[in-house]
Each structure stands twice: as C-alpha cells, then as structure tokens.
C-alpha cells in the first residue's frame, strides 16, 4: 500500500503536503475528502474532517500539513531544513508567513471577484462532493462557509484596498529575489518554501483573477509555484544554479526586503492576537491536553489591530503560535553570538519583536490535534 494523501486540487493546505511530496520523490496517490473512504476510514482517526490528511504506508494517519511535513523530515534526517541559525529562523519565519500571513489575501482574491472565480470556484466545490441529490445545495452551503471566512480574516470595504496594497508589495518583493534564486534559501526548497506555497498556489497562484495578477506582474514568483509542483529542481533560466542551500548561512537582502513587507501587517496582528488569545485564556483556563480550537468560529477573541491607519479585526487563532514556537525553539537552541545574528536581521525587518511574542500557555500537537500544555 502506497502512501494516501486525502486533498483537494483547490485547498490551501493540501498544496503545502502535495509539494513536500513531489520535491521529496515519496509516492502517494491523491483521494479527495469526498472519497468514500474519507469518512469510513480516515476521519475517526485524524480527529477531525479537515484536510490534508495522509495516511501511511503502514496505515497511520497524520492530519495537518505540517505534521504530515515533520513524520518525513523526521524520518529522512530533515533535508529541508537548515542547518545555519540565521537560515533555519528565515525558513521557519516563512513557513509561519505563509500558512497564517497571508491568509487575508488569500481569502480576497477568490471570493471577492466573482465575476472572474466564481464558475471556476464552482467547479471545484461542486466535484469536492459526491453525487448526491442534495450535491448542489451543499456545494452553495460551503461555498458560503468559505466566503464568510474572508470577512473573519479581515477584509472589508473599507480595508480591501489596502489589503490588495499590501499584497503587491510583498508579491513585488518576492518576485525580485526569485529573479536571483530559484527557491527561498538558493538551490533547493525549504521548510519555509513548502509553506509559503500554500496560499501562492491553491488560491493566489490558481484562481482566474490573482493567477492573472501573478503571471502579468509577477512572473518569477508564478514560476517558482510551478517549479514548486516539480519533482526536479526546474532552473533552466538560472545558468549558474547551484545545488543546495546559499553557503555561510547567508540571507540575501532581497529575502529580507520580503520579511519587511511582510511585518506590515504580520507583527501588529500577530501581537493583537496573542493579547486576545492570553485574555481568552485567562477567562478559559484550559486543561493540560485539552484541544486548542483552531478553526473558525471557535474561540471567542479577535484581533484587533492598525495598518497605515486602516484598522482591522480579524479572529485570534492559536495555531499560528503553534508555528511561532518552532521559530522561537529554534532560535533559543542558538548560542549567544549566533542569537546576535538574528536579532539583527530581524531588528532590520521589523520582526524581532517575533521572538518574544509568546501565548501564557505552549501548544502541541498530540494525536493529530493541537492542545494546551
């Protein structure tokens, strides 16, 4: 039995696991979650019907991308993470950004422009259910889940303008340094790369209207989602290319130009939502292993928070403190002149406050949830 990735073509997260996959030569065979076999076989043990989920050669499910990306870096003596401190912080920050930064865009490009993503939307969700004589009122019924979902993350009348300002800037920025490199970190992906693939792919580099956008203005970075979906390393146009990551543990300052667009509005929602969720907690105290509620609609707080003058309230999720950890684990395994090093480039992307922007409790994941420990 070959490895069984339950996904769908139009998912955020499923493209994160689909490309570790893919650029690490594993076989699987892709199931939709409409597979009959989702709900018979997978869901009681993954704990919840969300996606991706993978199971095993040997038959364990791992739900969640990136404990489905820890079971093989695990496994295989980690080859896409860093061995450098300054390197493995970027790559680790990368990863964050994607799967929680850039959420808010995300959302915006695909339900916000109807007129260009709704048919191809349509089609997706429609083929993610099984035929069933309810199967279209159940596609407009998710469909509307999802469309909701990108007012909770922030956007607005009043705040999508800037919401798409701040998008180009960083897609601008990143598309300048896959002009220099072909992945994050040089010559082969990263952690971080996998991660950022995740909203660039399924909806930003997919979706009719900010698939537009990104192949008219930002050519280098549509070719990086492709060569993210490449089982070889795809860099023709680089006639130089070398084969691993940059040497010296460098960072080249147009990655660090692409943290600076970032932290705009990453660090001040980042530190809105660690206050709410530290206010939360100390109205809820948990349990030790009790689940940390993730998803939408879960947890009471909000995040509420400025940008060149434009506010924002979006829903305080602890998971992207759960990712935040790794970055802060790793950079307290470093020693002093090494911790140095990062804080100084990270005080010149506006980013070192990360370092300290902690929840009142640590987050795991156990069993395939995520709990307070």
Sequence with gaps: MTHALYALPHSLYSGRARSYLIKNNIPFQEFSC????????????????????????????????????????????????????????VSGLFDLIGAEGLLRPAMHYRWNFPEE???????????????????????????????????????????????EALYMEFLLALDKHFEQYPYLLGWKPCIGDFGLLAPLFAHLGRDPKP?????????????WVERMNRSNQDVPEYYNA???????DQIPDTLLAVLRAAAQDFLPETRAAAQSINGWLADNPAARGDRASRYLGQNEGKAHFVVRGQSFETGAQPYRFFQLQIVQDAYKSCDDAERAGIETMLDSCGLQELLTIELDRRLEQRDNLEVWV
């Design 242 to 248: 070398g084969s691993g990551f940059l040497a010296d």
């Design 117 to 163: 993503n709704l048919s191809f939307l349509h089609y997706h969700f429609f083929h993610s259910q099984r035929d069933h004589p309810e199967r279209e009122a159940k596609t407009q019924h998710m469909m509307d889940k999802m469309r909701y979902a990108a007012t909770v993350f922030g956007v607005t009348d009043d705040s999508r303008e800037l919401v």
């Design 34 to 89: 409409g597979h009959e076999s989702f709900k018979a076989e997978i869901v009681a043990e993954a704990k919840l019907a969300t996606i991706p989920v993978l199971r095993t050669e040997e038959g364990q499910v791992i739900r969640d991308g990136a404990a489905i990306i820890e079971y093989f870096e695990a496994a295989n003596g980690r080859p896409c993470l860093p061995a450098t401190p300054k390197q493995q912080i």
């Design 211 to 223: 698939l537009q956008i990104m192949q008219q203005q930002a050519v280098h970075v549509y070719r």
